[in-house]
C-alpha cells in the first residue's frame, strides 16, 4: 500500500504521521521542541532544532510502523503559521531564533505603524490588524537588532538573507536550499500579503523594511513544491500539499461551503469560518484569511486567534501543579456543581481575538474562602470555551449564518468542555472522528496536488463518522455566566 508522510509542525512539537491511501491515519509520533523566554512577553524556537527534531520524528516513525520507505509516496506539510525565522542562505544558518505568534517584542514596531495611520491601509490589502501577532513586525525586529549589527561585522550582503514562517525554512532545507517557498495561507498571515492580488505587496514591503528579494515564492495549497529524500531517509518523493496548521484544520474538516466553520482547540485556539470566494470585510476583532486555495478557487474566511488555551491547561499543571495531566482537569471540573464564581481570563500573552490587548494580564478572580483547586481547573476550562464564544458572537452578528461548528484538537477529547462549549453556543458541535486534523488538510491538499483525488464533493465523502454533542436548553444560566466572564475580561483590560 502506498503512504503520505504528513508533517505537522505545531507550536510545542513536530509530529510524523502515515495516512493511507484512504486518508486514515495508521501512524503517529510526536517531538516536543523546547520554548524559550528571553525576556517577559518574549517567545522564541531553535529552527535547527525544529528541522532535526523533523528526520527525527521521522526516523522514529519509520521504526515504530515498520513501512519500508520505498512505500511512501509523498510528503504533506502543515504548520504553525506567523512563527517567522530569518536565514543566511550561504551558510543556511539563522541569523537569529524563530520568533514565535506569542512574542509581543514586535509591540513597539506596530504601535509606531499604527501611530503613522496606516491601519487602514494594512486592513484593506491584507485583511489583518497591525499586531505583533503576525510575522512582519518579528522581521523587522530582527532586521532592525540583529540584522544591521551583523552587517556591520560581517558586511553580510542584503541578497545572501531569506525570510520564511516554518513551512518555508522546511521546504528549504527539505530541498537543500533549492526551493524557497510557502502557499497563500501562511504568507496571507505575514501583515506583507495582499489578498486581494495574491502577491506580496510593495507599499506593505516597504512599511516593514523587508526587500521582497528575501521573501519565497507563494504558490496555491495543491502545489508541488520540490522533492525531498529527507536527509536521506526516504527514496525522492514529491512535497505537495502545504497549509498553515488552521487553514489545514478547515480542509480537514471538510468546511469547502461558506457557513462552515471550525475551531481548533490547542496550545491557543483558531476559529475559522469560510465566507467564499470573495474577500469580506471581517467585523472588528476578527480578521479576513486566505481560507484555502485549491483546484483554481481560493476561498477567504473570517478568523479569530485565541493565544492561551490549551496553555492554560499546562500551565496549571507545569506552573501551578494542581493537576498532573490534562486529563485530570475533566474530572476536578465535574467534581463540583459550578464555578463558584471564579472566572480565570488566561492573558498569559496579552488577549488575542477579539480583544487584542498586548498589555493585558492573567486574572483569576471571584475567589472565597470555600474555593478550591477544583473550581479554577473548571474556571480555567471554562475560558476556552468563554473565548470561543466571544468569536462565534461577532461572526454571527456579521450576518454570516454558521452552518455547523466542527472542533479539533486535543482538548476536544474534554467530554465536560465540549458539553459546555454548546450549551453557551445554543448550537450543536460536530467534533472531528480524528484529532489531527490539519495533517489530514494537508494529506487532502497533496491528492488535490498529484491528482488522485479531483473535486471537493470527492473530498467530502471522506469525512468518518459524526459525534455531534448537543446543547442543554437554558440559555438564562449560559447567559448569565457569560456575562461575568466578559467582567472578568474589562477587569483584567482596566
Request: glycine fraction near 8%; proline fraction near 4%; charged fraction near 20%.
Amino acid at each position: 500500500m502506498n503512504y503520505t508522510l504528513a508533517i505537522d509542525q505545531s507550536t510545542s512539537a513536530t509530529k510524523a504521521m502515515l495516512f493511507d491511501a484512504n486518508a486514515s491515519l495508521v501512524s503517529r509520533v510526536s517531538l516536543p521542541h523546547k520554548q524559550f523566554y528571553p525576556r517577559p512577553g518574549w517567545v522564541e524556537h531553535d529552527p535547527v532544532e525544529i528541522l532535526e527534531n523533523t528526520y527525527q520524528a521521522v526516523q522514529k516513525l519509520l521504526k515504530e510502523s515498520k513501512i519500508t520507505p520505498s512505500d511512501i509516496v509523498s510528503l504533506a506539510l502543515t504548520n504553525q503559521r506567523e512563527t517567522v525565522v530569518v536565514w543566511d542562505k550561504s551558510t543556511g544558518k539563522p541569523v537569529y531564533n524563530a520568533i514565535v505568534w506569542q512574542c509581543n517584542r514586535g509591540a513597539a514596531i506596530c504601535e509606531e505603524i499604527i501611530a503613522q495611520g496606516k491601519a487602514p491601509l494594512v486592513k484593506e490589502k491584507t485583511g489583518l490588524i497591525i499586531n505583533p501577532y503576525f510575522s512582519a513586525s518579528g522581521v523587522k525586529w530582527i532586521i532592525d537588532n540583529i540584522v544591521v549589527e551583523t552587517r556591520r561585522a560581517t558586511s553580510l550582503p542584503d541578497d545572501n538573507l531569506l525570510i520564511g514562517t516554518i513551512d518555508t525554512w522546511l521546504i528549504w532545507n527539505f530541498t537543500g536550499g533549492q526551493v524557497h517557498a510557502t502557499d497563500y495561507t501562511n504568507a496571507s498571515r505575514t501583515l506583507l500579503f495582499n489578498i486581494h492580488t495574491l502577491d506580496w505587496d510593495d507599499e506593505l514591503l516597504e512599511l516593514f523594511s523587508v526587500k521582497r528579494s528575501m521573501l519565497p515564492e507563494v504558490y496555491p495549497c495543491d502545489h508541488v513544491f520540490g522533492t525531498t529524500t529527507l536527509n536521506g531517509l526516504l527514496p525522492e518523493i514529491p512535497i505537495a500539499g502545504v497549509l498553515g496548521d488552521s487553514h489545514g484544520a478547515l480542509v480537514g474538516q471538510m468546511c469547502f461551503a461558506p457557513g462552515m466553520g471550525k475551531a481548533t482547540y490547542g496550545t491557543g485556539s483558531s476559529l475559522m469560518i469560510n465566507v467564499g470566494e470573495t474577500v469580506l470585510d471581517a467585523p472588528e476583532g476578527l480578521v479576513t484569511s486566505v481560507a484555502f486555495s485549491a483546484l483554481g478557487q481560493t476561498y477567504y474566511a473570517f478568523e479569530g486567534n485565541i493565544h492561551c488555551t490549551g496553555a492554560t491547561i499546562q500551565w496549571l499543571k507545569n506552573n501551578l501543579q494542581l493537576i498532573t495531566s490534562a486529563q485530570e482537569s475533566e474530572a476536578l471540573a465535574t467534581s463540583v456543581e459550578d464555578n463558584g464564581g471564579v472566572y480565570f481570563v488566561p492573558a498569559f500573552a496579552g488577549l488575542g481575538a477579539p480583544w487584542w490587548n498586548n498589555d493585558a494580564k492573567a486574572l483569576i478572580c471571584g475567589m472565597t474562602g470555600g474555593t478550591t483547586k477544583a473550581h479554577i481547573v473548571r474556571a480555567a476550562l471554562e475560558s476556552i470555551a468563554y473565548q470561543i464564544k466571544d468569536l462565534i458572537d461577532l461572526v454571527r452578528n456579521a450576518g454570516v449564518v454558521l452552518q455547523e461548528l466542527r472542533v479539533d484538537g486535543g482538548p476536544v477529547k474534554n467530554n465536560f468542555l465540549m458539553q459546555f462549549q454548546a450549551d453557551l453556543l445554543q448550537a450543536p458541535i460536530n467534533r472531528s472522528p480524528i484529532e489531527e486534523a490539519s495533517a489530514l488538510g494537508a494529506v487532502l491538499m497533496n491528492s488535490i496536488a498529484l491528482k488522485t483525488r479531483h473535486s471537493w464533493d470527492e473530498l467530502a465523502r471522506l469525512r468518518k463518522d459524526e459525534k455531534r454533542i448537543h446543547p442543554q436548553p437554558d440559555t438564562k444560566k449560559m447567559t448569565s455566566l457569560h456575562q461575568a466572564w466578559i467582567a472578568a475580561v474589562k477587569r483584567t483590560i482596566n
